[in-house]
């Protein structure tokens, strides 16, 4: 089946990084994405990983991809307080021949100074 | 270049209305995906339109419909609201290419059913 899991909450202290993590089920996912949203927004796409990386980075963003335990991660490196938000992990999953996203519940970060 | 563009951003329905939400994708894109995020629930994916034909399907009964346009807009429409319908409906354009879900979304569409 379709699943994708994340830890809910995460609190962080500015300047340290954080790492979100998540767990998928759908070994054919092509794509895996990391979006943030912000209150009152829409999903911003972050940065996403093919299957065949196991690592991305983008500025401070790391993104790194276990496969084998089908693990994703997000490390934001030197955390502000813009960056608090809630981060959706979200896999495409093949439905009918054609892509869809599943997400998670979303990871609420909050950064303190 | 303009980013997904969803209308109204804000609506409240009263229990058996129909509502139409409207979604213009990013120029070019021709794939169009309808997703509720409510609290309970999260982000749940409703349809995804291409090329003027639905390709996908989530798991909603038929009261949820949409369509697309051959300019690519797309519309969904909810009929014989129900209270637990509230939520805030995010539309997603994407150049449509089935290995690639590239998504961009729009801020949503945040209806409340009272």
Known sequence: ?113 | KAGVTQTPRYLIKTRGQQVTLSCSPISGHRSVSWYQQTPGQGLQFLFEYFSETQRNKGNFPGRFSGRQFSNSRSEMNVSTLELGDSALYLCASATGTAMNTEAFFGQGTRLTVV
């Open chain 1, 1 to 113: 089946g379709e699943d994708v899991e994340q830890s809910l909450f995460l609190s962080v202290r500015e300047g340290d990084s954080s790492v979100i993590n998540c767990t998928y089920t759908d070994s054919s996912s092509t794509y895996l994405y990391w979006y943030k949203q912000e209150p009152g927004a829409g999903l911003q796409l972050l940065t996403y990983i093919f299957s065949n990386m196991d690592m991305k980075q983008d500025q401070r963003l790391t993104v790194l991809l276990n496969k084998k335990d089908k693990h994703l991660s997000l490390r934001i490196a030197d955390t502000q307080t813009g960056d608090s938000a809630i981060y959706f992990c979200a896999e495409s999953a093949l439905s009918g021949g054609y892509n869809k996203l599943i997400f998670g519940a979303g990871t609420r970060l909050a950064v303190h100074p």
